[in-house]
């Protein structure tokens, strides 16, 4: 009789443990669920930066581009005073 006894609570025992290992279990796959999904939005967050990384870059080459442009103009047009310059005093040299 005491080996019936027994077998009731042992099986009530062992669904105890198996209850409180599905739990557990459940807790660490909602835990790896979480950080699966946080490591989803971080490798979304490292795309982005890369993506605006690059936009960033051809901003600046093309603003290079332009300051280059701009230093030929310039050149160009520090030339254009200095001739105008000096046609102005041969004008006044002629006037004379």
Sequence with gaps: MAS?????????SVKSLLS??????SGDVIAL???????????ELLSQAARNMVIQEDAIL????????????TTHLQYH???????QDQLKHLMK
């Design 81 to 87: 005073v200095e001739h105008s310059k000096n046609l």
């Design 33 to 43: 669920t979480r950080q699966v999904l946080k490591g989803s939005r971080s490798q």
């Design 20 to 25: 409180d290992k599905v739990t557990s279990c």
């Design 62 to 73: 093309h603003s290079e581009d332009s300051l280059r442009k701009m230093s030929i103009i």
């Design 4 to 12: 019936s006894e027994t077998q009731p609570r042992f099986g009530q």
